[in-house]
T-cell receptor, first 116, second 111 residues
Framework: AQSVTQPDIHITVSEGASLELRCNYS??????LFWYVQSPGQGLQLLLK??????LVQGIKGFEAEFKRSQSSFNLRKPSVHWSDAAEYFC??????????????FGTGTRLTIIP | NAGVTQTPKFQVLKTGQSMTLQCAQD?????MYWYRQDPGMGLRLIYY???????DKGEVPNGYNVSRLNKREFSLRLESAAPSQTSVYFC??????????FGPGTRLTVL
């Protein structure tokens, strides 16, 4: 069964510092990979996704993520965080089974705090 | 376009009471979903509907029922609420393994 691990429950970074949020997955074939952001009191919004092709994908709000098959990882990065980036971030993995069934699995989330 | 709307935004129930969470989307997607979000658990799928007239169980369907009223509306019903159903409930629409669009959530407390 597929699974998604976000090893960091909570990360604190200073405004202007770089950010990397980790995501590891277990799945036999090439998965569909997503990063969502949830601002306080809001629903989830897609930041970026990877289906195939270039392993470095760009998203909204200056975020990027890199798919590394050898490490089963899809880490989210941002070179310089802003106070408005404080939120919870979810990695998700989608897969399509042989008979067409699909499944999307979310990680447990990483809460990002920004300090001035 | 409103996207995905949910009502109510907040609800407090007593154990054993029933209620229905409403969801509507104007994005013309076939699929709709109900998730619950609990601390440290991420989002877990309760039920989904691949198209009007069809519904299927997700990971945690016990204690819930759903109705896909038409293409736009997908409701979630708690027949006899339990404290374990205290959670934040999100409705979403979009393809199962592509971008999903989420509503703002319903915060439910069962006393």
């Amino acid at each position: 069964a597929q699974s998604v691990t976000q090893p960091d429950i909570h990360i604190t970074v200073s405004e202007g510092a770089s950010l990397e949020l980790r995501c590891n997955y277990s799945y036999g074939a090439t998965p569909y990979l997503f990063w969502y952001v949830q601002s306080p009191g809001q629903g989830l919004q897609l930041l970026l996704k990877y289906f195939s092709g270039d392993t470095l994908v760009q998203g909204i709000k200056g975020f990027e993520a890199e798919f590394k098959r050898s490490q089963s990882s899809f880490n989210l990065r941002k070179p310089s965080v802003h106070w408005s980036d404080a939120a919870e971030y979810f990695c998700a993995v989608g897969q399509v089974y042989i008979f067409g069934n699909e499944k999307l699995t979310f990680g447990t989330g990483t809460r990002l705090t920004i300090i001035p | 376009n409103a996207g995905v709307t949910q009502t109510p935004k907040f609800q407090v129930l007593k154990t054993g009471q029933s209620m229905t969470l409403q969801c509507a989307q104007d994005m013309n997607h076939n699929s709709m979903y109900w998730y619950r979000q609990d601390p440290g658990m991420g989002l877990r799928l309760i039920y989904y509907s691949a198209s009007e007239g069809t519904t299927d169980k997700g990971e945690v369907p016990n204690g819930y029922n759903v109705s896909r009223l038409n293409k736009r509306e997908f409701s979630l019903r708690l027949e006899s609420a339990a404290p374990s159903q205290t959670s934040v409930y999100f409705c979403a629409t979009g393809p199962r393994t592509d971008t999903q669009y989420f509503g703002p959530g319903t915060r439910l407390t069962v006393l």
